[in-house]
């Protein structure tokens, strides 16, 4: 009998007599490596890592409203005087026919700071835009995901449902979600997995984003039970950026972000872990060995992960704000408050241009935005995250390296690994 291998196949690439790497055509297209593009080498011990082009545009987040039916004490909303709003049916028509001239077109994302369910018009928009044959994502909280807007989603062609869930009680759940009931979501997402074509490869899949607090971390074991209790396929977990003075007892990287500075010393030694269990056998004395101050590869994986990295920048996306402005990561959509270093910063919003005045494509090709794309893959940046001990860390304005073009991204918690996004 024939065993079908799960495991991904290799590409090999080859060296001609010109010294030049040809890479096989699929993989070309597939990172947009087309004929002038501009690629960054990082060589490592053994390899040399090929980045993305800046030119290769992978994924549209668009968020429909900044509107809501929760009050979760991890919102922006709770520290800022944005304007409410829904995106127009105009301002969706432009950024659909930006997507439709685009080759090749770009996966889309809904969500951004409001509830993209609390839209009447985004299960429509998301049926229109698989209509164009690309992947389409969706997080919700899952308050109003009825049986109606279920059965509609799952007609849609969506590929992932992601649903927020931060609590494994009905205690610990309504402690960070307000105006929810946890029993009402579990309810809601068993009905969604049922609802599903039958298979070993159901869609949508589903994603369980969890934001981590002291006041929730020990439910995470048992949110991840209850996400494989509903076929889950995507676990993210993020850290908190606390929004008001309050939430920042509840962070869980104060000791982290110290030690960001020293971990990237070049003189720093290194140990290289293999793979083994973690056990009532291994545990107290791995937990010092991660915490040793040594630089750390785990089965020769960096355990400490990539610093000054803009994993927005990097994975090619770009985002769309309900009122059509263009920004390059959905943070910087809105100008919001977060607390860095016990002192309140402020980070001014930064738009690239808008949908209704210019073409998907122009905005991401203009050259104002890719100067900065590649500025930030240098990302020359202070480094606020670790230091943040002048005024100028207080907002994303300028720094003490003489950067005086907005933004700025040293204090930038997604940069550092300490925040990410489904």
Sequence with gaps: ME????????????VDEQGRLILPPEVARQYGLNPGSKVRLDEGHNFVRMHR????LTKVYIEPTV??????????????????????????????????QMDPIPNVYFGGIGEPLFHPKTIEWIRRIKQLGVKVELITNGTILTEKKSRELIDTGLDVLWVSLDGATPETYADVRLGAELPTIIKNLERFVKMRAAGHYPSPEIGIAFVAMKRNISDLPQV???GKSLRAKYFSVSNLQPAT??????RLYNRTTRD???????????????????????????????????NISYAGNNWGGANDVC??????????????????????????????????????????GNVNQRLLSDLWLDPDYLAYRERLHNFGFAPCTFCGGCDLSETNVEDCLGNDIAPVCGGCLWAQGIIQCP
């Design 53 to 56: 082009p800046v030119t290769h």
């Design 224 to 226: 991840i039970k209850i």
């Design 245 to 250: 003075e309050d939430m920042q007892a509840d």
């Design 311 to 352: 994993n927005f920048v990097e994975n090619g996306t770009m985002s769309v704000a309900w009122t059509g402005d263009v920004s390059p990561c959905w943070p910087l959509m809105h100008t919001h408050m977060s607390y860095l270093h016990n002192k309140p910063r402020l980070s001014q919003k930064h738009i690239i």
């Design 260 to 294: 960001i500075a020293y971990l990237q010393a070049p003189h720093l030694p290194s140990l290289s872990l293999p793979k083994m269990d973690f056990d009532e056998t291994t545990k107290d004395a791995l937990f010092e060995v991660f915490n040793s101050g040594l």
């Design 3 to 14: 065993v079908l291998s799960q495991k991904p196949t290799t590409a090999w690439a080859e």
């Design 67 to 100: 509107d809501c039916n929760l009050d979760c004490i991890t919102c922006f909303r709770n520290a800022w005087d944005q304007p409410m709003g829904r995106m127009s049916d105009e301002t969706f028509e432009n950024i659909f026919n930006g997507l439709k």
